[in-house]
């Protein structure tokens, strides 16, 4: 299965700290992507990365690919309660498939 | 900025009765899809619909699941005989083009629950 895996379950940290959340994924992928789904709402695109790209920037997002331990890295810098949610990892070149995400808390 | 729109936000039906999910996609998306989460679980793919048929199907997607484009502005997924297991977060979704590159834009959810 393509599906990627996220790890911690569940995170929670203090307004400024980083976040970093992880995704392990099982085959080979051509690209990954990262969704956000606050509490009662649908899920948000927040960034794709290919397999050919290894870092990827999007304002406070920053996400690593690491193809040959088929892994990846979301990381949220100096966040914020807002971004309290749950972030999961997604692998499949047409329909996303997810993992069971990580709950994150952001404590003001 | 645009937005795909699911009624009613909760709906509450009686096991073996039909139920109908309601959702208009973004005004200028051609593909289509609808997921399901039951609680504590992942989201699960169900169907995808374009160029009014479907295109891709879940195991999940059974005979007892439909979708139709009634119009030019709804998107609707149909329940013929509902099951315990059928409660559940029932999410809709639309995208510009396939792959990737044309990300999903997903509703807020219908959450569906059978008595």
């Known amino acids: 299965s393509q599906q990627g895996e996220e790890d911690p379950q569940a995170l929670s940290i203090q307004e400024g700290e980083n976040a970093t959340m992880n995704c392990s994924y099982k085959?080979?992928?051509?690209?990954l992507q990262w969704y956000r789904q606050n509490s009662g709402r649908g899920l948000v695109h927040l960034i794709l990365?290919?397999?050919?790209?290894r870092e990827k920037h999007s304002g406070r997002l920053r996400v690593t690919l690491d193809t040959s331990k088929k892994s990846s890295s979301l990381l949220i810098t100096a966040s914020r309660a807002a971004d309290t949610a749950s972030y999961f990892c997604?692998?499949?070149?047409?329909?996303?498939?997810f993992g069971r995400g990580t709950s994150l808390i952001v404590h003001p | 900025e645009p937005e795909v729109t699911q009624t009613p936000s909760h709906q509450v039906t009686q096991m073996g009765q039909e139920v109908i999910l309601r959702c208009v996609p973004i005004?200028?998306?051609?593909?289509f899809y609808w997921y399901r989460q039951i609680l504590g679980q992942k989201v699960e793919f169900l169907v995808s619909f374009y160029n009014n048929e479907i295109s891709e199907k879940s195991e999940i997607f059974d005979d007892q699941f439909s979708v139709e484009r009634p119009d030019g502005s709804n998107f609707t997924l149909k329940i013929r005989s509902t099951k315990l297991e059928d409660s559940a977060m029932y999410f809709c979704?639309?995208?510009?083009?396939?792959?990737?590159?044309?990300?999903?834009?997903f509703g807020d959810g219908t959450r569906l629950s059978i008595l």
């Open positions: 005004s200028n998306h051609l593909y």
């Open positions: 979704a639309s995208s510009n083009g396939k792959g990737p590159d044309q990300p999903q834009h």
């Open positions: 990365i290919r397999s050919n790209e």
């Open positions: 997604a692998t499949g070149s047409y329909i996303p498939t």
């Open positions: 085959t080979s992928i051509n690209n």
